[in-house]
Nanobody, 119 residues
């Protein structure tokens, strides 16, 4: 069982920066993938960024060049540095970890942290 605790959300003005962090209670050294989803009001959940075990990183097009995901297996953490924030980035951000293999894995979720971009 893995528990994820997020921190770092808040209110920021457009153009500002925030850093989200997610700490896992157990070892995630071999996690298939780690990353962040978000859900904006009235919209479907979307994958923001994902760092896989094989080293590959994926970003949703709308955050490319602005957000950076970092994964520290030794510390069992995953972070999301968000720069040049826009109002459309406003959402609840959820950390996730996939444990298992490519064809059979379990996803664990954090409780979510609110990010609000507004002047």
């Amino acid at each position: 069982q893995v528990q994820l605790v997020e921190s770092g959300g808040g209110l920021v003005q457009p153009g500002g920066s925030l850093r989200l962090s997610c700490a896992a209670s157990g070892s995630i050294f071999s996690a298939l993938a780690m990353g962040w989803y978000r859900r904006a009001p009235g919209k479907q959940r979307e994958l923001v960024a994902r760092a896989k075990r094989d080293g590959s990183i994926t970003y949703v097009d709308s955050v490319k060049g602005r957000f950076t995901i970092s994964r520290d297996n030794a510390k069992s953490t995953v972070s999301l540095q968000m720069n040049s924030l826009k109002p459309e980035d406003t959402a609840v951000y959820y950390c996730f970890v996939d444990l298992g293999s490519d064809y059979h894995f379990t996803t664990y979720w954090g409780q979510g942290t609110q990010v609000t971009v507004s002047s």
